[in-house]
C-alpha cells in the first residue's frame, strides 16, 4: 500500500483530477471546439490518402472540407423545405382537425352522461375543462413575448458559433499534423509511448460511440420510416427524420413525440390511428433499450453495465451532454490504469 502512494502516482491522479474538472467545466462550453477536433480525427485518414493523390495538404483538405460543407448545406436546403411544406398543410388541415376535436368531445360528453350521473358527469367535464385550460395557458406562456425575444436574440449567438465550428473545422483539419509534432517534441519517448496509446483508445472509443449513436439512429429512423409509411405515407420521411432526431435526447426519445401524437388522435376520434402509433411507439422503446446499452458499449468498448452506469451518472452531473461525455471519462481513467501510467496493483 505505501508503494503506491508515491510521488509519482500522486503527481498523476493530481493529473487525472485536473483532467476530469477540465471535462466537468470546460468541455460543455468548448462543444463547437471538440465537435470540430473529432471530426477532423474521424476524417483524417480520407484527407491523407486524398493528399497522397493530389501531392497537397491544403488542397486535399479543401477538397474534403467543400465536400463535406455542400452535403450540409443540400440536407439543411432539403429537410427545411420539406418541413415547410408540411407546417403549410397543417395549418391547412388545422380547422379540420378542430372540427373533429369537438365533434370527438361531444361524444365523450354523451358517453359520460349516459353512464354515470349527472353531478359526477358535470365534474368530469369541468376538472377535464380545466386541465385543458393549464396545458393552454402554458403553451400561451411558454411561447410569451420574453422567450420568443430571448429566441430571436440568441439567433446570432447560434450564428457565430456555426462559424466558429466551420473554420475550426478547417483549421484542424490543416493542423492536425503540427499538432502531432508538437507532442512529439515535447515529451519524453515512453511519455509519448503511453500518451499515443490512450489518445488511440480514446479517439477509437469516441469514433466507435459516434457510429454506434449513427447506427442507433439510423435503425430508429429506418423502423419510424417503415411504420409512418403505413399511418401517414405523406409525411413520413419529414417525421421519421424529425423523431430520429429528437430519438438522440436521452430523456425525451422518439416516443415523446409518438405517444402524445397517439393520445390526439384518441381524442380526435381516430382510435385505428391511435393503436397503430402506440404500437410503433412500444417497438421503438423496446428496441432501444434492448440494442442501445450493447451497441454503445461495443462502440466505446466497454461492457453494457459500466457503459449503462457511465451514461447514467453524466446524464446527472451534466446533462445531455454527460450522456456522451461520461462513456469517455471512463475510457479515459481505464485506459490510463492500462497503460501502466498509474500502478494499481496493491492490495489492502
Known sequence: MKKWFNKRNITIISIVIIALLFFYFI???????????????MIEPFVKLLEKKVKSRKWSVTIIYSSILGAILLFTYFFITKLAESLIQFAK??????NHLMK???????????????????????????????IRDSI????????????????PEALITGLVFLVALFLFMLEIPKMHQIIRNHTYDKTYERTIFVWKKITGS???????AIILSCITWFFTFIGLLFITPENALVLSIIICIIDLLPIIGATGVTIPWAIYAYIAGDPSLAI???????????????????????????????????MFIGL????????????????????????????????I
Open 316 to 347: 446527472k452531473l451534466m446533462g445531455f451532454i454527460g450522456f456522451f461525455v461520461g462513456p469517455i471519462i471512463l475510457i479515459l481513467i481505464v485506459t490510463i490504469f492500462e497503460s501502466g501510467a498509474i500502478n494499481i496493483k496493491f492490495k
Open 104 to 134: 370527438a368531445w361531444d361524444k365523450i360528453e354523451i358517453r359520460l352522461a349516459e353512464f354515470l350521473p349527472k353531478s359526477m358527469t358535470n365534474q368530469i367535464i369541468d376538472e377535464i375543462q380545466n386541465l385543458l385550460f393549464k
Open 206 to 212: 469516441i469514433f466507435g460511440m459516434l457510429r454506434a
Open 27 to 41: 468541455i460543455p462550453i468548448s462543444i463547437p471546439l471538440i465537435a470540430a477536433l473529432v471530426i477532423a480525427l
Open 93 to 98: 388541415d388545422l380547422p379540420m382537425k378542430m
Open 140 to 155: 400561451l406562456n411558454y411561447f410569451n413575448v420574453e422567450r420568443i425575444t430571448s429566441l430571436i436574440s440568441s439567433l
Open 276 to 310: 397503430k402509433l402506440l404500437l410503433l411507439s412500444l417497438f421503438l422503446l423496446v428496441q432501444r433499450k434492448v440494442l442501445e446499452p450493447k451497441v454503445m458499449g461495443h462502440g466505446v468498448g466497454l461492457s453494457p453495465l459500466p457503459t449503462l452506469i457511465a
